[in-house]
């Protein structure tokens, strides 16, 4: 693509050197750069890339995306944007010919629940004989017998979104396409020129405040999906939610809304609602009629996320009977209430925000024989919202029997103090009740003697991810793991 068609609706103040080269490629970081490429000088918190523009060069770039000109620059054009981090979605969606224009793309955002409510919506379409495409946490795959590919972030940056999309069109052919979309995508534009036919609200909750500040402005950065919306596409949100009336007044009125519940009045609702080791029961109640449902998943969050795929594909015009019979068949998602051992009960979750340790620990609990004991072990992230520490420990500390706090990622920071923080939103450190181990493959180790055969034993914070990320160096670390090695007598 000639640079000058790669740039014709771009909001651009300047053009520097201007040539209208051959443009075969686009970058932000110069050490995969290659021959051909437009380098986009990306800024962040840490770094600037236009002091890489030089090395992008020497790799091959013949253009650059810039939001100042670079110094000593005089050989390749250099096109001026007031922010690069929001025009690089422009030029990779006109790069590869706006690949989501051709598809049903449904996005699902919202603090916890994204990975689970697009799983259940690709098996929903694969029930009713259609080729479904998921992008997220865990990578993207094409199918829910797939595997999983690359998965850097939740949502992809631009460049890599963008010549999915086209992959999944094209070669993969395929036209269903359902997305987690975070916000940090939503804020930095990494979703900027996909045309999103539907999007679905899990909920809003604390997280990420090291990076949104206040929660004002996580909601902001979410509800940009919504406002995206056209007359014709739908948005599913879930009316028991504390934000769910402010996210329906942001949807345009052109856009058909839809709503769920248990709580609140909503389009879809489920009550009667049972747990047990077996899964969650409930009848589910939309448009007059009633549904028995019976679920191997387990915990009111299985129940939120099931009706949040169920009213999306109720959006998409799927037969209910169709999508109820995806769901029932549904075993879980990796590392989502994941159990890994029987005796005791061991499972492994996500959870890494104060509700979503609040929603495990609450649906581990329903499981806890009466004469067994809860026991949590559990960390927090290191360069991340510190204030969540606290109010972590204390819902701990408040449904847990007994507590093991102990490292997750602490990346730059030291595990002692992010543990500090944790324990300050204790009543109180009694060794009968907390146990703290910063080692992490040693602290689930620790649960040998502190959990018997009729226990329930939650591992919280990690999931599905096989790494650990230190200080200096991250590695190979999976709680599924070690917890099996821990238990090997009574495995699955």
Not at 185 to 200: D, H, K, M, P, T
Not at 283 to 307: A, Q, R
Not at 397 to 409: G, P, Q, Y
Request: glycine share 8%.
């Amino acid at each position: 693509m000639k640079l000058e068609e790669l740039i014709e609706h771009l909001d651009y103040t300047d053009l520097v050197g201007f040539k209208n080269v051959d443009i075969s490629g686009i970058s932000y970081n110069s050490k995969t750069t290659k021959k051909g490429d437009i380098f986009v000088c990306l800024t962040g918190e840490y770094t600037d890339g236009h002091e890489y523009a030089q090395s992008a060069i020497d790799n091959g770039a013949v253009a650059l995306l810039v939001e100042r000109k670079v110094e000593n620059v005089t050989d390749i054009p250099q096109v001026v944007v007031k922010s690069t981090r929001h025009r690089i979605a422009d030029i990779a969606d006109r790069f590869y010919s706006s690949p989501s224009k051709g598809l049903n793309l449904i996005g699902i955002t919202g603090t916890n629940g994204k990975t689970t409510v697009t799983h259940l919506i690709q098996k929903i379409f694969e029930q009713n004989d259609e080729k479904c495409a998921l992008i997220g946490t865990l990578g993207y795959k094409l199918s829910s017998s797939g595997e999983y590919r690359d998965a850097k972030h939740t949502t992809p940056q631009a460049p890599e979104l963008q010549a999915t999309l086209r992959l999944i069109k094209d070669v993969d052919k395929i036209d269903n396409v359902v997305m987690e979309v975070s916000s940090h995508a939503l804020e930095q534009n990494r979703i900027g020129g996909c045309c999103f036919n539907g999007a679905v609200l899990t909920n809003l909750t604390q997280d990420h405040l090291d990076y949104h500040i206040t929660m004002d402005n996580y909601f902001e950065a979410k509800s940009l999906l919504f406002k995206k919306l056209q007359e014709g596409d739908f948005a599913v949100i879930n009316a028991d939610d504390n934000y769910g009336e402010r996210f329906l007044s942001v949807v345009p009125e052109v856009v058909r809304k839809f709503t769920y519940g248990v709580k609140n009045r909503a389009d879809v609702m489920a009550k009667n609602i049972n747990f047990s080791l077996n899964g969650a029961e409930f009848t589910l109640v939309t448009g007059g009629e009633e549904y028995s449902v019976n679920l191997h998943m387990n915990g009111m969050f299985s129940v939120y996320n099931v009706l949040a795929a169920v009213t999306a594909s109720i959006a998409m015009g799927i037969d209910l009977q169709v999508a109820l019979k995806a769901l029932e068949n549904v075993r879980g998602v990796a590392g989502r209430f994941e159990v890994v051992a029987h005796k005791p009960l061991v499972i492994v979750d996500y959870a890494h925000t104060p509700d979503g340790l609040e929603n495990v620990l609450k649906s581990a609990r329903e499981i806890t024989p009466p004469d067994g004991k809860l026991i949590c072990l559990f960390g927090c992230g290191g360069d991340r919202d510190a204030t969540k520490r606290p109010k972590m420990g204390a819902i701990a500390e408040r449904i847990a029997d007994k507590i093991v706090i102990t490292s997750d990622n602490p990346r730059s920071e030291d595990p002692q103090q992010i543990i500090t923080d944790i324990i300050a939103g204790l009543k109180s450190v009694n060794p009968d009740k907390v146990t703290v181990e910063p080692d992490r493959g040693q602290a689930i180790a620790l649960l040998k003697n502190l959990a018997g055969n009729k226990d329930v034993v939650v591992i919280a914070g990690k999931g599905h991810e096989d790494y650990q990320i230190l200080k200096d160096r991250t590695i190979h670390f999976d709680d599924r793991e070690e917890a099996k090695k821990v238990f090997e007598g009574s495995v699955i």
